[in-house]
């Protein structure tokens, strides 16, 4: 295969820097695009002496001229904390960076993939949840800045792939944990072990009961990958999830066990519009893309473990 010049924006976020190492390591020539709103430079700093990687410090919001041939677009703050801190950012991000995003696209000719969310189904009816729902998202609440930022990006992607021709690709990202994750996002992954690391109280929100389906960031980027390069016209939106869904009680225990550092469990109020459970129907990437996260949650949660044990 050749070498492509790839763009991702968010490059160097937690899922971001994963790609751009993975697309590195396939030979690409790779261009980071960052505001750093959400990250640091410790996250690509050891890719930054490798020949086909650029750094760029740019915020999507604003027009970008640069000539890829694919664009993964990552950029928009993920953790309910990072983007409800500045949500009409929030907003902009997604909204006027993919539309800045698509007119890159739509000029150069390249293919780009949207890293939508399992937050456009909202709090589901429909369990697990299939790409023909149309989701059950409150339009006024804390969470809608970015959950209706990602639902006007979709329609923004397909209504450039009904005008303009534009060659676009849909990944609803259903919970993704990992090494790189930041230790103060607010995440319940990185919450709980950072908790746990310190011995500090296990923090439920609720009672615990509301599920959630945790991917390892590897089978993700994998997902991802096999989606940009998948056939001509399959658009998505495609879900990329791990199915196994754990309750975030049995999160909280899987991790006690695992750190073994004499934390007890407290219960604090559960968020406003908080799903109460959520789980991705994967038959589409199965079937497309011949794609199956095979990273169960204890074996990924060793090396996120072993990451935050390193910085916390
Ligand atoms: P992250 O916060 O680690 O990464 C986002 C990156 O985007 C950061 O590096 C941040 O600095 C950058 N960014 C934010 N606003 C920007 C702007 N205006 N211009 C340029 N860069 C900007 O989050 P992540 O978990 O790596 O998520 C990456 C993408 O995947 C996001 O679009 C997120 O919505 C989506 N996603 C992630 C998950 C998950 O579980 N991690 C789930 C669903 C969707
Ligand atoms: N959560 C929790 N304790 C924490 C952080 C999160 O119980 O310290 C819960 C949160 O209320 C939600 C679930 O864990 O029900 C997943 O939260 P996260 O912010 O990781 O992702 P999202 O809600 O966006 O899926």
Redesign the pocket.
């Known amino acids: 295969m050749t070498a492509n010049r790839i763009l991702i924006?968010?490059?160097?976020?937690?899922?971001?820097?994963h790609l751009c190492e993975r697309l590195l390591d396939e030979g690409n020539d790779v261009l980071c695009?960052?505001?750093?709103?959400?990250?640091t430079r410790r996250?690509i700093v050891h890719l930054l002496e490798n020949p086909n990687f650029e750094l760029m410090r740019?915020?999507?919001?604003w027009p970008l001229y640069v000539e890829v041939d694919q664009i993964y677009?990552?950029?928009?703050?993920?953790?309910p904390i990072?983007y409800q801190r500045d949500p009409v950012?929030t907003t902009?991000?997604?909204v006027h960076?993919a539309i800045n995003m698509l007119g890159l696209a739509k000029r150069t000719g390249a293919r780009i993939l949207q890293?939508?969310?399992?937050?456009v189904y909202g709090d589901p009816e429909v369990h697990p949840q299939t790409e023909d729902y149309w989701g059950n998202v409150n339009p006024i609440g804390v969470r809608s800045c970015?959950d209706e930022g990602?639902r006007c990006a979709e329609t923004l992607f397909f209504d450039y792939q009904r005008q303009h021709d534009t060659e676009i690709k849909v990944a609803?990202?259903?919970?993704?944990?990992g090494p790189?994750?930041?230790p103060n996002?607010g995440?319940v992954v990185s919450n709980f072990i950072v908790q746990a690391l310190k011995g500090q109280d296990i923090t439920i929100y609720g009672d615990g009961s509301q599920s959630r389906s945790f991917?390892y960031v590897a089978n993700?980027v994998d997902g991802l990958i096999r989606l940009m390069n998948s056939r001509d016209g399959l658009t998505g939106p495609v879900n990329l999830g791990n199915p196994n869904e754990f309750t975030i009680r049995e999160l909280a225990e899987k991790v006690l066990t695992m750190v073994g550092n004499g934390s007890r469990i407290v219960y604090k109020p559960l968020p406003q519009d908080d799903p109460t459970q959520r789980q991705p129907d994967i038959s589409t990437a199965r079937a497309e893309l011949g794609w199956e996260p095979d990273i169960p949650l204890d074996e990924g949660l060793e090396p996120t473990i072993e990451y935050f044990r390193g910085i916390v």
């Open positions: 924006t968010g490059g160097a976020g937690f899922l971001g820097s695009v960052d505001n750093f709103y959400t990250s996250n740019h915020d999507v919001t677009n990552m950029a928009c703050p993920a953790s990072h950012q902009k991000t997604s960076g890293a939508s969310t399992s937050e970015y990602k609803r990202i259903f919970n993704t944990y790189r994750m930041l996002d995440r991917c993700l």
